[in-house]
């Protein structure tokens, strides 16, 4: 039984010779012994449920959920970093295929309207070509700093 983890077998036996011990107790009518059987069977509950308590508080101090916590929030993080634009951190396409979806959704079950705006810079490719990405870059992000002040 070489690197077998024998505290099962332990346990198994232990219940098998407790199991023995009832049945004797009940079968020669000795109540005393089964109220004894009975208590220390309530006693050994007792006595796991405090140490899976205490099993668990340390586990949560330790920072064994935190794998899990940082899983989600990077998650989460990755999620927001695919629906932003980098640019202008607002909604970018896929944000909106997932949003109109949602709208519509919602305007057909209430029957309420909604606004759905579309945005479109005129010459915007002169800007780029006068003066340079860089300042096209701070136009719209100008643009898009002033879209958040106004839309929900």
Known sequence: MR???????????????????????EENNNKEKL??????????????FIILLVFLWFSVRKGVTQPFLRNQEESLRNHQLAMTDALT???????????????????????????????DIDRFKSINDNYGHEVGDEVIRGIANTLKMYVR
């Open 3 to 25: 690197g077998i983890d024998r505290e099962p077998i332990r346990l198994l036996s232990h219940i098998v010779e407790l199991s023995t011990i009832i049945y004797e107790a």
């Open 35 to 48: 109220s004894n059987i009975k208590f220390t069977i309530f006693s050994s509950y007792i006595v796991t």
């Open 89 to 119: 951190n607002i909604a970018n396409r896929h944000a909106y295929n997932e949003r109109i979806t949602i709208e519509i959704e919602h305007f057909h079950r209430h029957k309420l309207p909604f606004t759905l705006l579309v945005l």
